[in-house]
């Protein structure tokens, strides 16, 4: 199977249908094509293939000047290059293979390897999570499309952990049989990707200048895709140095090492190259943010919202390879219009996978401005607070009634559900800031205060007696003068 001319892409026409593409179709296509239509960790994992090719196709776009220009280079540029390296994403035979170590063996003759479906991270295999799948104790035999998306999305996202040790060139692969984070999961690191009117457009508007690069990483960190410099031996430095130092080489990774096996059935699998992380290095569609003084990657968690995040999201970093702020691609914007985002991860908790998580918003222009963001910040703790008035009314509820367990979770997971149907009041904020002047009269504030109540209500019955007078005490905790956090001084 050769990846750029055998359909593996799962993407969506306009008018909804689900199709597979090959690379080169993929970018012929693309103008007309809406989405991909892939799980969050694999749309990374692709986005960062399809960037690789693209930057490598054109060289560049050299500066902002040059990236207004490049949109229409594009497809012809990547077609011309997909055809000069075809050999290169060869998922199987005994040439050069897609993501796949040369000359790698398993560490015992014997050992016939682990399922291939390891690679797929939301299949429960080996020590996989079973939160995604349930047919753990099923033979399953993966096709060649399928197979390949599990490559690149396992390259760019499996945690760290133990793992097996095989011969590579003849010797132990590194690490012991243990594996450091691939490059896309450290802290659970939420990534953001412009979004366009369609397939094209999302990938322009996410392509990075050399300008751009040289300013957050460095001069000579531009680099190569990792099959125009392969690595083919632990001692190959240079080609090593590409593939974990530079913006190219980094965004198509060697993680692991791994085999296919004949017919895909089963894999090689052990350590591969080790990629320095944040702070050392820090992912182009990451977000950093400041954290008592310190700067750090904008994690997410399974019990907070992704809109919650937005705000540091949205700040437009400046070129300063210590600065914190959202997406590197954020350089283009003009704030003048609404902007679409596509925002995910996968989330883990040290060697485990605990969920897969992504949301799509439209960010009003207000977002990229300090006051914006502030307003925003201001709405978000303002439902925080609200939140915790919620809780402590469970609480109060629960005590009066002597209930060991409060229904923390079921009023926790109303109130957002509820909440989230009324984000535009909140991205209202950021469009006209003056409307914190009186957040609980605001619409917003009153979505907040109306969802506590419903949250409340429904998650504490008032049936009996004593249920009416603890829920009466807990409606008590409601009656709060919401904190206002400083006014930003202007800048």
Known sequence: MNLTVDP?????????RRELFSLLGLFASAPELRDLAVKPHERVALMRLLLSLTQAALDGPADEAEWQECQPLIQPRVHDYLVQWRAAFELFGDGRRFLQLP?????????????????????????NSTLFDNQAAVERQLDAARTAANILAFQCFSPGGRIGVAKWNGKDT????????????????????????????????????????????????????????????????????????TYLGRLVPLSRAIGLGDGAQFITLANGLDYPIFPAFREPSATVI?????????????????????????VKRRANGEAAGGPLALQHLVAA????????????DKAKIEDVVEGSYSLPAGMFTEFGRAAYEQGVAQAEEQERALLQAVKTYAATLKVVTPAYDRARQHFWTRLEQQLS????????????????SCPWGKAAQAAALDAYARSCPRQTARQIEAYARGLRRFTFSPSKPPTPAAS
């Open 425 to 440: 009041a909140l991205f209202d904020l950021a469009r006209n800031p003056n409307l914190t002047a009186d957040l609980p």
């Open 290 to 314: 400041k954290r008592k003084e310190e700067l750090a990657l904008l994690p997410t968690s399974t019990n907070r919202s992704l809109w919650r995040q937005l705000a540091a999201v949205s």
């Open 103 to 127: 000359n790698l063996r398993p560490g015992k003759e014997s050992d016939q390897g682990n399922a291939a479906t390891k690679l797929d991270l939301a299949l429960a295999t080996g020590n």
């Open 8 to 16: 593996w892409i799962p993407a969506l026409r306009a008018n909804g």
């Open 337 to 348: 219009a609404d902007t679409a985002v596509w925002v995910g991860a996968l989330v883990t």
């Open 174 to 245: 590194a690490g012991g049989g243990s594996s450091n984070h691939a490059p896309c999961t450290p802290s659970s690191m939420l990534h953001t990707f412009l979004v366009g009117g369609n397939l094209l457009e999302t990938l322009h508007l996410n392509l990075l200048t050399r300008e751009t690069v040289t300013d957050f990483y460095g001069l000579d960190r531009w680099g190569k895709p990792e099959w125009e410099l392969p690595v083919g031996c632990a001692e190959d430095k240079d080609a090593i140095e590409n593939a974990t130092r």
